[in-house]
């Protein structure tokens, strides 16, 4: 059986199981995310079986675009206990435990922006995008002509060491402005890649996800200035 099999037999197991927790327990997806089961140590101990739950949860959800970059982030928030514990504090504290997260409070939910960030920097839904070149123009010291399709490796460029610390480690403190102090400004606009780049980047960058209409981690102010060039 190929990977992509072993994958959907494992997630129809979580399915069942689920299916019947929540059954038994009247659970819904909130119910889910916002438990917090003291174990002694933590107040928010959400445990392995919480997130299998909510893989399923988000799966049925989620489009096919972004279902694999889910998958992953879920298990690196499974692999990152202080992640979870970071994310439940959060949710708490601004949502309460018994209401359902809105996109008005999103703002408020800094570090789940930043979970999310991170989780589209290491399993971008779409790792590589091409382009067609207009002119001939040269690229890194190279004359590259007309007609020629490019593909740009934007999985490679965020995982890239000469850009990013710690580069396949998941870090979503990286992307809180706070924890950052980013010297490398204008490098990092082109760094960060998930929905592509310039006048062919997704549309739905900004329309569709809150998290990125007013980030410093998109990447206008660059075509802007290429815009006035090419104009001056
Ligand atoms: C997490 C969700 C999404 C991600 C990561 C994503 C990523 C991307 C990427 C990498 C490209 C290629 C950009 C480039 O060549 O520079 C693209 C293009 C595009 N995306 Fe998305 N996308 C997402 C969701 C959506 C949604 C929800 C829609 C529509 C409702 C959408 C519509 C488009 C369209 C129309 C293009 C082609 C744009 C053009 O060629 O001018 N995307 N997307």
Redesign the pocket.
Known sequence: MGLSGRYDKVLKTFLEEHENVAEKQGMNLMDVLLEAKGDGKSEYNITRDHIKSLFVELLSGG?D??KQ?IQWTMAEIINNPSTMERMGEEIDSVVGKSKLILETDLPKLPYLQAVVKEG?RLY???PV???RLQEGCVMGGFYVSDKTTLV?N?YAVMRDSDYWEYPVDFKPERFLASEQEDATKEKVVLKY?????????????K???YLFRNSDWNDDSVFRLEDRRRQG
């Open positions: 489009t675009t972004s970059t589209l971008p839904p779409i995008f091409g382009r740009v934007g890649l998930p929905f592509g780049s310039g006048r062919r980047a997704c549309p739905a960058k329309s569709s996800l």
